[in-house]
């Protein structure tokens, strides 16, 4: 009877046409922006031939996160979000329409318009995210959040696998030009599939609105102390915090430095078994949300989230014991082992990020959700550049063994606050019942 009624839910979201539209979206605008990326990669290192001026063109990311999260935040709890998001869409629209008609009509993008195009287009994504994470509580019912939480993660496999064959194929072929016209079409389709989208009833945010003259940045400070505050009321909220800068920190590393220099320079692998890497990833990506509906039942994240940080921590203390003593085998079947194993890290990982979803949307009150959401993401940009530095000296000068055991070591820290934080969350719900 259980399973009945989940494959109802799921039906009763596919008819749902404000949830459709907003899942077809965001999934759209997180493509176009993955083709754009992909394809600005391939042009700067023609444009340059250096791997060192991408990486600063990277790197500007940092500062319009770092500006506008705390907006993002505001925007998504004191306004509607619903609104934010068309906004932000319809600004992608003419940011692209207007860097394409340079490209193509007055002159090619050099650098410095590359550094602008990428600061603009963080602006408005950073805009995006809190509202993105906040409008699905308002377009369902709240006993339709974690469903619908791994329903709308299938996209994420999708787009990993569709972004670098659009647009390497795009680039390859018609150049950079084309790509920009892509991208601009997806998120022209994006903005009028934000349009269809409605909300299920009046919300927190929209009794905030008033029609008076503000100031968004004053109210944006004052608006997250007191969301800071509200902590006290729910201590649980520190823990969920934390979720995402620890994996940050000592996971996201692993993908982004240390195996991709494991294959390319240790095992000195070409180009395409790096590309082969990324398509397995993407495709463990696109498997693990099927996963997620069968191993987080009942809603209970917490099984998912203790359980998979646990597997995970022993998977990556297996492979640094493989590397350390397996190293003279056949460098094939190395490869074969790490590509295995961070494959099913991708599955694990992906749904641990969906019942953390949950946990998220769920548990924490709507008229905060926004803002936390966005310290989240805050935490999370400033932790990711961080572990980036630290993996990348490891990776210069110590074997990946090294990374390897110092993520499972971080993974134990990230286990025992996983640990405190359902139980604070369980004597919540039992204090609040």
């Keep these: 009877m259980k399973i009945l009624n989940k494959e109802k839910i799921y039906l009763n979201l596919l008819k749902n046409k404000s949830f459709m539209s907003f899942w077809g979206s965001t999934t759209l605008l997180r493509l176009a922006s993955n083709i754009l990326q992909f394809a600005l990669a391939i042009y700067v290192l023609d444009l340059t031939g250096s791997a060192l001026v991408f990486s600063t063109v990277l790197s500007v990311i940092i500062f319009p996160r770092l500006i506008f999260t705390p907006i993002s935040g505001y925007l998504a709890d004191r306004r509607n979000c619903i609104h934010v998001l068309r906004w932000c869409a319809l600004s992608l629209v003419v940011l692209m329409a207007s860097f394409f008609i340079i490209h193509t009509v007055i002159k090619p993008l050099s650098i410095p318009l590359i550094y602008i195009l990428v600061i603009f287009l963080e602006i408005c994504e950073t805009l995006i995210s809190a509202s993105d994470a906040k409008a699905i509580v308002l377009i369902i019912e709240k006993d339709k959040i974690a469903s619908a939480s791994k329903l709308s993660s299938l996209d994420d496999g999708i787009v990993e696998i569709a972004s670098p064959v ?35 009833g009046v919300s927190h945010c929209d009794k905030l609105i008033e029609k008076s003259k503000i100031n968004i940045v004053r109210d944006s400070i004052t608006s997250y102390k007191s969301a800071i505050i509200s902590m006290k009321e729910y201590p649980f909220v520190v823990g969920i915090v934390l979720f995402a800068p620890l994996f940050n920190f000592f996971i996201a590393p692993l993908f982004s430095i240390v195996v991709p220099h494991f294959i390319r320079i240790t095992l000195n692998s070409n180009i395409e078994v790096y590309t082969a890497y990324n398509f397995i990833l993407g495709v463990a990506g ?9 191993v987080i039942k009942n809603d209970d994240e917490k099984i998912a989230n203790m359980n998979g940080t646990l597997f995970l921590t022993g998977m ?14 056949q460098s094939e079947a190395l490869l074969y082992i790490v590509v295995g194993i961070m494959a099913i890290a991708v599955i694990i990982i992906t749904v641990m990020n969906i ?26 940009v400033v932790a990711m550049p961080l ?14 063994t090294i990374s390897f055991i110092f993520s499972a070591f971080g993974l134990c820290i990230t286990y025992l606050v996983m640990r405190k934080t359902y139980k604070r969350l369980d004597e919540d719900k039992n204090v609040r019942a």
């Design 166 to 200: 659009i647009g390497g194929f795009a680039y390859g072929v018609f150049g950079l030009s084309t790509v920009l016209f892509v991208t601009l079409f997806i998120e022209a389709v994006a903005f009028l599939l934000m349009m269809i989208v409605r909300t299920n």
């Design 316 to 329: 990556l203390i297996f492979l640094s014991f493989a590397l350390n003593y397996l190293f003279n085998i």
């Design 387 to 400: 572990g980036q530095l630290l993996y990348g000296y490891f990776a210069d000068n110590f074997s990946a």
């Design 286 to 294: 696109l498997i693990a949300p099927f996963i997620a509906m069968m």
């Design 355 to 380: 019942a953390t979803t949950i946990t998220i949307k769920s548990k924490i009150p709507e008229d905060i959700l926004g803002r936390i959401v966005s310290i989240i993401q805050l935490c999370a």
